[in-house]
Every structure is written in C-alpha cells, then in structure tokens.
C-alpha cells in the first residue's frame, strides 16, 4: 500500500490524503485521523499507521488488532500537534530593549563627548600646549597636536567610560532574582491542599508583570478546577439533583472544598456513579460503607427512587456502572468531545439547555459546566442513535466548579485595566456559560456579538456588523449630531473610544479565518473594543496566533495563563506564560514563566508583586543613570580646565570603589524592598496599576530627565568647588586649592548627594535600607581615610600618593562649607520639583 | 485516610514558605513622606541656615586684607629677559612697591600666584616619583618622570619629573619704608608645608651628610643649584624636604592657583603684623612666565577661619539661602492656593 497525503502541517482539523492499497483507492480525511495522545477504545480491532513520524520519514504500521486500546505510538516532530505547539523563544522585557536602547545611546553620548575633549585637546595643544612644552614637552611619538587630540580621545573613552552603567545588567538581574524569590516565598500564593507555593520558573521577567495589559486564559483547569463532579442527572424525564435552596448562597463555590484551595484529591466520575446508587439522604452516608465521604448530594428523589426499584432508574444506573464512554455517532452541531463531557444527541442537548437556562436564573453564582451523556439501553453497541434505535434512559449532568474567588479576581483584574480573553478548546456554550458564571459576560452588557461564520465572507460580514453596531452606539451616546462618514482610517480610535459594554464570542473555525494576514486587524480591533472576548473551540497554534496577533499590534504585554499541554504554544508566545499546576500535568507548568495552583493568585502576581517589581525597576534604573552621570560628567567639566589632558577629577580608588562599594548596595536594597503603598492598598486600588501599563516610570522621558538631574549634579559638583577653590587658602595660610583636596572636597560631595538621594528615593527605609545607607557613608569615610594613611604610603608610596590628604581637607571649615552648599543646591530643588509634582499632578499612589 | 495524609504532610516538609516579615516583605519600615510641613519647614530651615553661613561668611571674607601685585607685567624688562632662555645666567632684578594703609594684623602670609600655568595637567602630575622623594634608593626609569628622568650619560635627576623641574625659583623679599630707612621685613620659610608631607610624604635619602647622600645624582636642568643646596642654613629645610620644594610639588588643581611662600615672622615692630606704610617687593626674576602668556603675582594677606579672602562661598551661601527661602514661600502660596481650591470644589 502507499499514501500519499499533505506534507507535515500544523492544522489540527484537515487532512486530505489518499490510501493505495491492493489496486484501490480510498480518500483519506480527517475522519480518518488519530491525533497524537489520542486513546482509541471500544473497539475491537483497527489498523493503523502512523504517518508524520518525524525525524524517521518513513510510515511505520502500527497494528493495533484486537485490543480495545490503541495509543498512536510516542511521535517526533513533524506530528500536528508537534508543529502546532509552538517554538520556544528567548523572553525578553521590554525594559530590557529599552535598557539596551538606551546603553547604546549612552555609548554614543561618551564618543560624542570623546570627540569633544579630543578636539578641545588639540586646540590646547596647538595654542598653549605648544607654549608650555618647556616645563612640559610632549612625549615621546607626539610630534602634532591632532595626534595629541587622537590620544586623548582614547584616554577620555576610557576616563569616562563609568557612564556607561556596565554593572546595570548584572544589578538588574540580582533585583530581579530577588523579586522571584519575594514570588516563592509568598505565604498567600501558597495554595495548602495542593502543598504548592507559587514558583517563579524565571528570574528575568519580573517587572514585566507590572505591566501586563491583556491576559489570555484558559477555561478548563485555569478558570475551573478541572473536578468533575455529578452534580445532576435526569432519568426518564425526571430531573434530580435539585439542590435546596438553603445550602446554595453566594459562597456556593463548593462546601466540600477546603478553604483555600481546590478540592484536593481528584474525584473520579465514574467512581461516583458507582456508589451514587446506594447513597442515603443529603449528606448523610452513614448507611453506605463505601460511600465517598467528599461527595455530596442533595436530591433525596433520587435515592427514594433507587429503593422504590423503578426499573429505569436501576438500568439508567447500572449502565453508568458499566459502560464508560458513550461514542454518539450522530453528534449536534459543533459538538465533538473534548474531554469534559460528551455531547448527547438531539434529545439529551434541548434537555440541557433546559438546566442551562436553570443554571443562569439559579446557580449564576456557582460555576458549573456541564457535560452530557447520552444512554441506551442497549448501551453496549455505541452504534445505535437515539433517534432510530436507542431509547434515551437518561443523562447525568457534570459539574466543573469554578475555582474559589475567580469572579472576584477577573472583577479586580478588569478594574485594574487588564483585558481578560479566554481562549478554550469548549465549545461555544460551554465557554459562553464561563463566561457568565465568572462574570466576564453579565447581563447588563450591550450586546453580546457571536461570530461564528464558516466561511471568509461570513466571518468578516459578522465582524463589519459588529463593529458597525458599536459605533452607532458610541455615535448616538456621543453627539447625536455627528452624522458624517467616519473614515475607515479613523476605524480603530473610533473603536477604542466604544460607549457600552460589549462582549464578542468567536469559534475557533471562524477565528482560523479571523487570523488570516488580510482580516487579522480587523479581528483585533473589534475583539479590542469589546470588554470581553471568548474565543472557543481554539486549537493550541490559534492560541498563540491570537496572542501573537495582540502582541504584533497592540504593543502591550501579554500574560497567558493555562495549565494543560494545549495552552503550551500560547504559555511560550506570550510575554509572560503562567502555568497552573493543576490536574493535566506539568506540561504548562515547565513552559511558564510562573507557576502557582489557583487563578485568583494571578491577582495578587501582578497587583502586588507586579506591580512593586516594576515600580522598583523603575526607580532603580533611575537613579542608577543618575549617579553614573553625576560621577562621570565632573570629568568631563574639569577636561575643560586642565587643558584636556584626561586628567581625572578623583583618585583612581574612588573611581574603582564607587560603583561597587559606595553606592550599590543602597540602591540594590531600595531596588528590592521598596514599597510605594501596602499591598492591601493595591489590591482595593486596582487603578494602582496602570501606570505599568503605560510604562510612565520608565521610559525614554524619565531617562532624560534622570539623565539631565545627573548632569545638574556634576555641574554643582564641578563648579562650586572650583568657586569656592580659586584663590582660596586654608585656615593655616597654605594653599588650600590644590589637586588632592580638591579631589577629596568633590568625591565626599559626590558620595554624600547621591547618599542623600537615595534616601529620598527610599521610600520604604527598612533595616536593611539603614544599613547600607548608613554603612555606605560610613564604608566611604573609613576607607577614604586608610587609603589616605601613612601605613599604605610607605608600603606603596606610588600608588597611595595621596597620603594625608584626607585629613587635611576635612579638617577644613571651608571644605565641610562646600559640601554643605553642594548637597542643598543639588537636592533642595529636587525636593522642590517632586513636592510640587506631588501637590499639582498627584498620582493615585501618592 | 484523612489521617494517613496527616501523617505524611507531619513526615515530609513542609513546602509552605516561612511566615517571615522578609520573606513576606513585611519587614517594619519607616516611610517617609513629603508633606507639606515637613517640606516648608525644611526649606525655611536650610533657607535661613544658609542665609545666616551666608552672612557669616561675607563678614568674616571681609576682614581679610590682601595686597595682590602682578610683578610679570611690572618687572616686564625681567620678563621679556627670560623669554630668551639662553639668558638663563643673567641675573634679573626687579622691585614693586605699595602703600599699605591700613595695618594688616595677625598672622601674613605671602604668596606666589601663578596664572595660567597648567600643574594640573595629566602628564605634569604624574611626572615625580614619590619612592625617590621619600628617599628611597629607586630606579626612576620606571617612573613617569620622562623626560626629565637621567641625563644623556646616565645621571639620575633628584628630584626627577617636570613638576620638581619647573620649580618657582624666584626670591622675592619685603621691605618696609619708614622714615627714609629701610627694613627687611622678617620672613619665615619654614612651617608653611603640611605637616603630612613634611614629615611623612617626604624624606632626604640617608647618608653621611646630604651632599653624599645624593651623590651619583645630578640637578633637573632648569635648576641653577643642586637639591642638596636649596636651604643650606637649615639642614632640616635641605633636599628633598625643602618647604619650597613640598610646596611646589603638591600641584594645584587648577591653572590659576596661588602657593604659600613665605610668613611674616611676628618679632619686633610686625609683633602684630604689618603696620600701615611703603613697602617694596625686591624680586630676583627667574622664572619665565612670558612664553606660555602666564602671569606672576605676589599676594600678602591674613586668613581667618574660613580661610582667606575668597568671597564667592559668603555669596553661593547667601544666595542659596535666599532663594530656599523664596522657594518656601512659593510652596506655601501654591499650597494654599490649592487649598483654597480644593475646599472650593468640595462646597
């Protein structure tokens, strides 16, 4: 035999090949296709082979008679769901590329300043220098002051070099490796039943989180606990399972769970309808020894049933006993298993809609989802439909609670500006019921658009519709005069500015369509201008093309958050994929980002750690700009007094020892413990998080005006000592200006400004924040006077020429005057312009 | 069953994060605010400390008397003498007279001034050996003295490097007119030089006597005498230790700068210093200034605490202060204004 068939693909419902065997033959479709991992029973025999199996090229025949199982054998790479995963890539933050941004113009700022000095040096040296060479010639191989600029264009790359901040990088991950540690060890993301506290599975993200925009979600397992409970069944047209009103309440989202988490042990359905049978009145098992103590029912119809022996009650039981999985042949519309439940017949689906609308009306407040199985009464010949042969005995409805506290969260989240997508592989009333029940959808929306066209034209008709019906809306709300054509240009601002909640539910074959390079936008904006999107039905590559699609546009950070293997390709292709280690596995958890075991954490991921993440990256980066700049641009200003000579301002220790002992760890303790406002504040205040999302503490502005303070500070720091140095003289009589004091006046103003500004930046002075603050100053003073010691001289008299200079300075009335004046000048404005800011634009944070 | 899991969350450990405040960023924190009080007070504080530094400072600058004299552009035959530097043997002499109208009591002190004389060049700095100056037995080469290290056969420079070479090596003396009569004004040379770099940063080569300690040496050779000869009435003020020497060698952080020479010695008729009168600066011109278009000054005057004349700290402290305390006053007009506002807005 010999197939011939599509190459390799990532679409999960087409397949078109074609069979030669013995001189025949016969179409291949989808219909004939086993998907990976998918598990074959009920049936007695079957061949297979196996096509796509990677790396091998070759089909391999996998022959699967007789047994009632057949798993389609461990694939390779060019399998469907293989190419449909996703690739892997390296995340990146956006700080991170703005940083990068940013060094690099810092690079060009040194050469430009480089270039500066060099020509400045060679016009010294060509009008003084050149006088000067009798007291000091030019050395050896400098014949030209041009050549004497080159040098010293070199010499100046290097002298101020410090402003490029070369230990930024390794600063920012040590913040951030704290922030992931901050996330593990958080007692509230700690979920007890599970035994499983929130992980941080990378340390390079964590600002990122303060910043998220748009999270896509997954229903099963992510919104829902993924716990089948019978919660209902109807047999012969009786409901059971109605439970008293009593025990229902807005807390209904599970008795039976434990009060922080989940229930625990996951419960098998079938299980369930086993001992179902012999169970006694709500709640009471104490006659059935072998009654699950977790479970709980509230219909005593039922069991008096049971004991009255009807005959369809006991069959209707006994054959949920038996046979597990019902394969309908005749399936209604759009309605193929996925896992949750299996879509009955015609009859079974009007039933369920029945409790569905039930379940709107009664148990809005307990998430249920419910999934149908047909029955017959000859229930072991799958082929019967209800139709023709089967008689329908009954169906039992499953319930999959919501998880505790999700409304609230998806509430908070929205208020907090994050818009929530929930992409599921369910189907559309399925995801729509969710939707409700979590309160994504509600009842006082606008309108609920459905796109569910099979074909381009459909879809993009559905689309133009829904969009158009938003703007007449807005037109009408707006200005009722504003008549004229909006230009299709305008289309998206129009759509932004949406009066009315609207909510749009997509199907995954419309959605195929909806992400096709000509309709792509289109699809975005109107999904944008919704306050909730659904997309359902959604292979795992649509997931990520739709995040992808909201990524290429909307220039926002993304958050997927899934806990099954098909949420794998949208964990990856998001900016931050969060997996929930739940009951499919862990194969999400090992592609996230995060982990944790319950969706209601995500609020307190990004509201609280995200939101300190970024607000401490921010104020970090600021300042560390700052203090590079204010350091390394006094060189720059003294280049202009000492003939451009790249001489430096301060003793080479204090160069070597600024950065990494003078002034790193306070801005490494602010960078990782500050607190703005407590966490309980932001998680009342969702609004706290916006200005993550419109990236207002960092960005190229903030970096401009960090920089601009940095060079204030070196022009104070230059020029008041040069002030106050000219033709000044000690208390003593003796020259008080010379080159060593005055590198220890403007280094301990140096080291005392930007102490004193980390300070006022410290918004959260704990007592590691005192300690390097103080210790900082304190390290400063003590070393500056051993370097300055006798001891050290006469070890290396030409290393430590500065000997006693320290003393000498400080024990000048006029040198503590300058540093006093410095520090005021440089920080009473400072002091000014935050005051004012805070008092005129106050933030909500303030 | 219930117990067994009990029993078995007792047996493994638990993976519940310690309760700790830092661990769940509780730690106790002081968070300070800007508030509007802690604000104005601030200002008006540093404002009117300022102010009061301010204040202080200009009266006590003002007490400071100082007599500046260019004597390059006085002496400017000596001047344009030494711009030939094969004149270099010919002696130049050279006086500048003042009236002193007031008396300058307390301690006076006597200055050189030089302009536009770049000591803080990069090259000029590092042109010394510190070993070799603290009489250390050092090879030079390896220092940046170049090229004022040895001579073409080999002789060491002591000391070697382009600052000890370019020494100020004028003399200059003060005398005091009165009644027809002249008086040489007594002058201290020694005692102006830190006392670290006296005692510490500097040291003579050990020897029998000096000029055998720096035997197999040679002068830099701009010098007209060798260093063992720079004070020879003083062995404690000779060679390396020279106070004119430390002096020049600690280089000034700027082109314009001005090195203690000499004190007025406080005996006899300046007990208290410089009475009023004529005074006349003789002056033994050495130095050329003129080729680089640098400028010679020799400045006397008194100190206080703050040190000597310089006003520009009493008027940074004083403007600093005022406008601290203006801006206070801003910050109180906009704060009320909001206020106002803000009470307006919640009727």
Sequence with gaps: GEVVCEPPNNKLDKFGGTLYWK?????????????????????????????????????????????????????????????????????????????????????????????????????????????????????????????????????????????????????????????????????????????????????????????????????????????????????????????????????????????????????????????????PEPVDFSSNPLADPGFQFWDAGLLEAVRRGQPLVHDFFRLLALCHTVMPEEKSPGGRGDGTGTAGTAGTAGMARGWHGDSGENMGTVGTAWGWRGRHRDGGDGEDSVGTVGTLLGATAIEDKLQQGVPETIAVLTLANIKIWVLTGDKQETAVNIGYSCKMLTDDMTEVFVVSGRTVLEVREELR???????????????????????????????????????????????????????????????????????????????????????????????????????????????????????????????????????????????????????????????????????????????????????????????????????????????????????????????????????????????????????????????????????????????????????????????????????????????????????????????????????????????????????????????????????????????????????LRPQLSD | MKTKTDQDAQARPSRCPDNSAFKQQKLPAWKPQLSIATVLSSFFVIGAACLAAGICLILSTNSVREIEINYSDKCSNCSKLRENSSNWN??????????????????????????????????????????????????????YCAPFTTYQNGTPMAPCGAIANSIFNDTIDLFYNVNSSVIQVPLLKTGNSWWTDKNVKFRNPVGHNLSSAFAGTARPPYWQKPVYMLDEEDERNNGYINDDLIIWMRVAAFSTFRNLYRRVSRTRRFADGLPAGNYTFRISYNFPVSKFKGKKYVILSTVVWSGGSNPFLGIAYTVCGTAATLMGFVITAIHLKLRKKKTYFQK
Excluded at chain 1, 95 to 109: A, E, H, S
Excluded at chain 1, 569 to 588: D, L, N, P, R, Y
Excluded at chain 1, 717 to 733: E, H, L, Q, S
Aim: aromatic share 12%.
């Design chain 1, 23 to 279: 001189e025949h033959k016969y179409p291949l479709s989808n219909q004939n296709m086993l998907l990976r991992g998918c598990v074959l029973r009920n049936t007695e025999w079957c061949f297979g082979l196996v096509i796509f199996a990677g790396g091998r090229g070759a089909a391999a025949a996998a022959r699967g008679a007789g047994p009632p199982l057949t798993r389609v054998p461990r694939p390779g790479p060019d399998t469907k769901l293989m190419q449909n995963s996703g690739r892997t890539k390296f995340k990146r933050t956006s700080i991170d590329r703005l940083m990068n941004t940013l060094v690099l113009w810092i690079f060009g700022f040194l050469v430009c300043m480089g270039v500066i000095l060099a020509i400045g040096n060679a016009i010294w040296e060509h009008e003084v220098g050149a006088r000067f060479q009798v007291y000091l010639p030019w050395p050896e191989g400098v014949h030209s002051a041009f050549f004497s600029g080159f040098l010293s264009f070199w010499s100046y790359i290097i002298i101020l070099n410090t402003v490029v901040p070369i230990s930024l990088y390794v600063s920012v991950e040590i913040l951030r490796l704290g922030h992931s540690y901050f996330i593990n060890w958080d007692k509230k993301m700690y979920c007890a039943a599970r035994r499983a506290a929130a992980e941080a599975r990378t340390t390079t993200l964590s600002e990122e989180l303060g910043q998220v925009e748009y999270v896509f979600s997954d229903k099963t397992g992510t919104l829902t606990q993924n716990v089948m409970v019978f919660s209902k069944c109807s047999v012969n047209g009786r409901s059971y399972g109605e439970r008293p009103r009593g025990s229902r309440g807005r807390g209904a989202a599970g008795p039976a769970q434990p009060a922080s988490c989940s229930a625990g042990d996951a419960q098998d359905v079938l299980g369930h309808k086993g001992e179902l049978g012999q169970r």
């Design chain 1, 465 to 839: 519709q829904a969009r158009e019906k938003m703007m007449a809306a807005s037109r009408s709300v707006g200005n009722g005069f504003c008549q004229e054509k909006v230009p299709s240009s305008k289309l998206p601002s129009v759509l932004e500015a949406v009066a009315g909640e609207y909510a749009l539910v997509i199907n995954g074959h419309s959605l195929a369509h909806a992400l096709e390079a000509d309709m792509e936008v289109e699809f975005l904006e109107t999904a944008c201008a919704c306050k909730a999107v659904i997309c359902c039905r959604v292979t795992p590559l649509q997931k990520a093309q739709v995040v992808e699609l909201v990524k290429k546009y909307k220039k926002a950070v993304t958050l997927a958050i899934g806990d099954g293997a098909n949420d794998v390709s949208m964990i990856k292709t998001a900016h931050i994929g969060v997996g929930i280690s739940g009951q499919e596995g862990i194969q999400a958890v090992l592609a996230s980002d995060y982990s944790f075991s319950q969706f209601k954490f995500l609020q307190r991921l990004l509201l609280v750690h995200g939101r300190w993440s970024y607000l401490r990256m921010c104020k970090f980066l600021c300042y560390f700009f700052y203090k590079n700049f204010a350091f390394t641009m006094v060189h720059f200003w003294f280049g202009f007094f000492c003939g451009f000579s790249a001489q430096t301002v301060y003793d080479q220790y204090f160069i070597t020892l600024y950065n990494i002992v003078y002034t790193s760890l306070p801005v490494l303790a602010m960078g990782i413990f500050d607190q703005d406002v407590p966490e309980q504040r932001s998680m009342e205040y969702p609004k706290l998080y916006e200005p993550g999302q419109l990236n207002l503490l960092f960005n190229k502005r903030e970096f401009f005006i960090c920089i601009a303070q940095g060079i204030y500070t070196s022009v104070l720091m230059f020029f008041i000592p040069y002030g106050v140095f000219t033709d000044a003289t000690r208390d003593d009589g003796a020259q008080l200006a010379d080159y060593q004091s005055f590198a220890v006046t403007v280094a301990t103003s140096l080291v005392i400004v930007v102490s004193v500004q980390i300070g006022l930046d410290t918004g959260f002075w704990t007592a590691i924040n005192h300690f390097f603050i103080w210790g900082s100053l304190a390290a400063y003073f003590a070393i500056l006077f051993a370097m300055h010691s006798d001891g050290l001289f006469h070890m290396f008299p030409n290393q430590f020429c500065f000997v006693g200079s320290a003393p000498a300075a400080l024990a000048q009335p006029a040198v503590w005057l300058t540093i006093g004046l410095t520090t005021v000048v440089c920080v009473a404005p400072v002091v000014a312009l935050r005051f004012l800011k805070l008092h």
């Design chain 2, 90 to 143: 010919q002696e130049c002499n050279c006086s500048a007279g003042f009236v002193l109208k007031e008396d300058m009591l307390g301690d006076v002190f006597m200055y050189y001034g030089l302009q536009n004389f770049y000591q803080n060049h990069r090259r000029y700095m590092i042109s010394k050996s510190n070993a070799q100056l603290l009489g250390r037995d050092v090879n030079i080469q390896n220092s």
